[in-house]
């Protein structure tokens, strides 16, 4: 099987880079839809030759004449990667010890406790006016609102707060 690309490199040099990105996707891909054995790839030597108009010719054949570069490609990255491989990385690092809270104080624990209760009964009492709404009549554009409304609030109770 022959593959030959062309690239329209004005300056090959300039180029070269992109061409030689382009040429080892283009053999991964080749690679890896003929090969079975994906972890055991073998390097692949590939010829890059001038062409005619000023083009650079990729190839798995030699060249005609003498000008012409061997480019050899070696994919170590082929095929499935075990997966407690990286693990013992992770492990290494050094686990950072957090710091203990002090012991909240009562008062400041019965604030927080009462800003939460204030929050629930704010939040019933909307949704209260949201049901009164959708039971009295609104105009066409306001349903979707309104339903969209107390899906939120109804989400929000049954997350914070008790029954």
């Given amino acids: 099987m022959l593959i030959q690309h062309r690239l329209a490199c004005s300056n090959p040099r300039s180029s070269r880079p992109l061409c030689l990105a382009l040429l080892h ?26 062409g005619e108009d000023g083009t650079v010719e990729f190839r798995q054949v030699r060249c005609d004449g003498e000008s012409y570069e061997t480019v050899t490609i070696t994919d170590h990255k082929v095929g ?16 950072k010890k957090r710091k203990k809270r002090a012991p909240a104080s009562s008062a400041a624990v019965k604030a927080s406790q009462a800003a939460g209760k204030e929050r629930c009964f704010r939040t019933r009492q909307r949704l209260d006016r949201v049901e009164w709404r959708l039971r009295k ?11 969209r409304q107390r899906r939120e609030y109804g989400a929000f109770l049954r997350e914070f707060c008790r029954p």
């Fill in 137 to 147: 009549g609104y105009k066409a554009g306001q349903g979707d609102k309104l339903r």
């Fill in 25 to 50: 996707s283009v053999l991964l891909l080749v690679a890896s839809a003929c090969c079975p054995l994906a972890g055991q790839s073998a390097p692949t030597t590939v010829y890059r030759c001038p």
């Fill in 80 to 95: 499935w990667e075990a997966v407690g491989t990286k693990a013992p990385a992770r492990a290494a690092k050094k686990k």
